[in-house]
């Protein structure tokens, strides 16, 4: 008996997680193929042909849980992918997915390992931790996305109030008009997601802008901001692109990005302690970095 793909496991597994709630409101074969697809996109896979990819770019079947992690009856998905070639000591790695009020799934958390819920509530948003043994760090909600909570707070860490948003969008160069941030496209507004990109327990935030007076065929940008020990919030990168987070860490933890855009070759980047550089470049073709060093 021939197995059955990966990708056809994994966007099956994808499509039992959403199998909560009224019967009424269950979607067909069809919408849970699509819902499950953007789930495994959001928490970083990339689906190519009968395979899906983890962030390492090998193969991978990753598994997701429904949790109701906000209590509001709807599931949010916890995905796991066990790869130690990718993932180093932990084994594995998971991402956190919520879908938002405008129904697009987009990551709010993860961590290296496998990660177990806690019955603590932070913010309306369940806790959660490593499921290993041992004393494992503890991730609390914090407003926009999961924190990693300071080993020696007792209380939640610090939540990322309207002015936190202001202040990051700030350090990013918008401007609030009408309480809304135009983009470069002013039919667009510039979004932002919050969350701790280098472990280091205080919340970073990612801004996307959109227009291709700005970034030609590419048509989008970002720029990565990070809030620093003493308060302040400042501009760390930015670039033209879609930026996809990697396992693979540079200097001050800081994750590698695939800088994603038109075309079948893209850069991997990696922080150096001063700048994002190439370190390699990702062929979504054969051949297609052929020249490329």
Same mark, same amino acid.
């Given at each position: 008996?021939?197995?059955?793909? *990966?990708?056809?496991?994994?966007?099956?597994?994808?499509?039992?997680?959403?199998?909560?709630?009224?019967?009424?409101?269950?979607?067909?074969?069809?919408?849970?193929?699509?819902?499950?697809?953007?789930?495994?996109?959001?928490?970083?896979?990339?689906?190519?042909?009968?395979?899906?990819?983890?962030? $390492?770019?090998?193969? *991978?079947?990753?598994?997701?849980?429904?949790?109701?992690?906000?209590?509001?009856?709807?599931?949010?998905? &916890?995905?796991?992918?066990?790869?130690?070639?990718? @993932?180093?000591?932990?084994?594995?790695?998971?991402?956190? &997915?919520?879908?938002?009020?405008?129904?697009?799934?987009?990551?709010?958390?993860?961590?290296?390992?496998?990660?177990?819920?806690?019955?603590?509530?932070?913010?309306?948003?369940?806790?959660?931790?490593?499921?290993?043994?041992?004393?494992?760090?503890?991730?609390?909600?914090?407003?926009?996305?999961?924190?990693? =909570?300071?080993?020696?707070?007792?209380?939640?860490?610090?939540?990322?109030?309207?002015?936190?948003?202001?202040?990051?969008?700030?350090?990013?160069?918008?401007?609030?008009?009408?309480?809304? @941030?135009? *983009? $470069?496209?002013?039919?667009?507004?510039?979004? #932002?997601?919050?969350?701790?990109?280098?472990?280091?327990?205080?919340?970073?935030?990612?801004?996307?802008?959109?227009?291709?007076?700005?970034?030609?065929?590419?048509?989008?940008?970002?720029?990565?901001?990070? =809030?620093?020990?003493?308060?302040?919030?400042?501009?760390?990168?930015?670039?033209?692109? &879609?930026? =996809?987070?990697?396992?693979?860490?540079?200097?001050?933890?800081?994750?590698? &990005?695939?800088?994603?855009?038109?075309?079948?070759?893209?850069? #991997?980047?990696?922080?150096?302690?001063?700048? @994002?550089?190439?370190?390699?470049? =990702?062929?979504?073709?054969?051949?297609?970095?052929?020249?490329?060093?």
């Amino acid at each position: 008996m021939n197995a059955r793909p *990966a990708a056809a496991l994994a966007l099956a597994a994808a499509g039992a997680a959403l199998a909560v709630g009224p019967a009424a409101a269950q979607p067909g074969p069809q919408d849970r193929a699509r819902e499950a697809a953007a789930m495994l996109t959001a928490a970083g896979y990339a689906i190519r042909g009968n395979q899906i990819l983890n962030g $390492c770019g090998r193969p *991978a079947r990753p598994v997701p849980t429904a949790v109701d992690l906000n209590g509001d009856g709807r599931s949010e998905a &916890i995905v796991t992918d066990v790869d130690p070639a990718c @993932y180093g000591p932990a084994g594995a790695g998971a991402s956190v &997915i919520w879908r938002d009020p405008a129904g697009r799934w987009r990551r709010i958390g993860g961590a290296a390992g496998r990660i177990r819920v806690l019955p603590t509530v932070t913010g309306g948003w369940r806790d959660y931790t490593l499921d290993a043994p041992g004393a494992q760090p503890v991730w609390a909600w914090a407003g926009e996305a999961y924190l990693l =909570k300071p080993a020696s707070a007792s209380g939640p860490p610090p939540a990322t109030a309207t002015a936190d948003r202001a202040a990051a969008f700030r350090a990013a160069g918008f401007t609030a008009r009408a309480g809304r @941030y135009p *983009a $470069c496209d002013p039919r667009q507004e510039a979004t #932002i997601e919050i969350r701790d990109l280098n472990g280091d327990g205080r919340p970073d935030a990612v801004v996307t802008d959109e227009g291709t007076n700005c970034f030609g065929m590419t048509g989008t940008g970002y720029v990565i901001v990070t =809030k620093e020990a003493s308060g302040a919030w400042r501009r760390l990168f930015a670039n033209a692109g &879609i930026p =996809k987070f990697l396992p693979t860490r540079g200097a001050g933890g800081w994750p590698d &990005i695939e800088n994603g855009g038109p075309g079948f070759c893209h850069p #991997i980047l990696r922080w150096t302690g001063s700048d @994002y550089a190439i370190v390699r470049w =990702k062929a979504e073709e054969a051949g297609a970095c052929a020249g490329r060093r």
